[in-house]
């Protein structure tokens, strides 16, 4: 049993959005995505371990701060 199986078990049974669902929704509007290059390192994760379609720009805090000030909502996770 892998997480990626139990995390799609448990948005399931909560009645919960498919997470490409989630994201889809989130993007139409314009939504961006900034993978953190240094939590993926911390995680031991390569760039093609993302989903390119997905990744509008890979940066750092200062990255994510600088598109924060420009926007009316910000979320970070």
Request: net charge neutral; with cysteine; charged share 30%.
């Amino acid at each position: 049993m892998t997480v990626d199986w139990m995390v799609k078990q448990r948005m399931k049974k909560a009645n919960v959005a498919s997470l490409e669902k989630l994201l889809q929704d989130f993007k139409e509007p314009g939504g961006r995505i900034i993978a953190c290059e240094m939590a993926m390192e911390i995680m031991g994760i390569r760039r093609q371990d993302l989903r390119e379609d997905l990744i509008d720009e890979y940066g750092a805090v200062g990255t994510y701060i600088q598109e924060a000030r420009n926007s009316k909502i910000t979320q970070f996770i």
